[in-house]
């Protein structure tokens, strides 16, 4: 079963600072897609980024990049230019497309906080 | 397009108590999932499935019935409500190839 960890429970940033959150996972698979997803106060889940797996280069959305070393199974995520409104729970998440269902396995999550 | 409905938003159960909780996509995605969220585990996924007639159990099924007889809707049936099931309760959907959308939660509380 494939499995993701998040090893940081919680991080801090000063406001217009850059901040980097940590996400391994487990799989023997090759067909997958890896997400981030920021829960904020309101509990809403809103998807951050995505990454699929057979693409080389990492996928950037604004001020929120993805490093993915597939190698050695690691997809983290940076936060440029932190802002107040970033402050959330960000949920590391993995899909296959290989195993039946195409499920969303979670890692435990990174609380953010943002310091003004 | 509403994207992902959950009703109701807010619930509390008496111990052996039955409920539904309603999920609702309109944006035709054949995937749809059941997830629960407790502090400091991340959200754990109940049942899925895969289309309409198909579903599956995940890590957490016991407990917890599931039904899929039309694409848009997707409800989760508490059999006898116990005091480990308060929680809050997440529905998703998502199209082949995508993330997952996510509805806004159900805050479920059993006394």
């Known amino acids: 079963a494939q499995t993701v960890t998040q090893s940081q429970p919680e991080m801090s940033v000063q406001e217009a600072e850059t901040v980097t959150l940590s996400c391994t996972y487990d799989?023997?698979?090759?067909?997958?897609?890896l997400f981030w997803y920021k829960q904020p106060p309101s509990r809403q889940m809103i998807l951050v980024i995505r990454?699929?797996?057979?693409?080389?280069q990492n996928a950037t959305e604004n001020r929120f990049s993805v490093n993915f070393q597939k190698a050695a199974k690691s997809f983290s995520l940076k936060i440029s230019d932190s802002q107040l409104g970033d402050a959330a729970m960000y949920f590391c998440a993995y899909r296959s497309f290989e195993t039946s269902g195409s499920r969303l396995t979670f890692g435990e999550g990174t609380q953010l906080t943002v310091n003004p | 397009n509403a994207g992902v409905t959950q009703t109701p938003k807010f619930q509390v159960l008496k111990t052996g108590q039955s409920m539904t909780l309603q999920c609702a996509q309109d944006m035709n995605h054949e995937y749809m999932s059941w997830y629960r969220q407790d502090p400091g585990m991340g959200l754990r996924l109940i049942h899925y499935s895969v289309g309409a007639g198909i579903t599956d159990q995940g890590e957490v099924p016991n407990g917890y019935n599931v039904s899929r007889s039309t694409t848009e809707d997707f409800p989760l049936r508490l059999l006898s409500a116990a005091p480990s099931q308060t929680s809050v309760y997440f529905c998703?959907?998502?199209?082949?190839?995508?993330?997952?959308?996510f509805g806004s939660g159900t805050r479920l509380t059993v006394v």
């Open positions: 998703a959907s998502s199209p082949g190839r995508s993330g997952y959308t």
């Open positions: 799989t023997s698979e090759s067909d997958y897609y």
């Open positions: 990454q699929e797996a057979y693409k080389q």
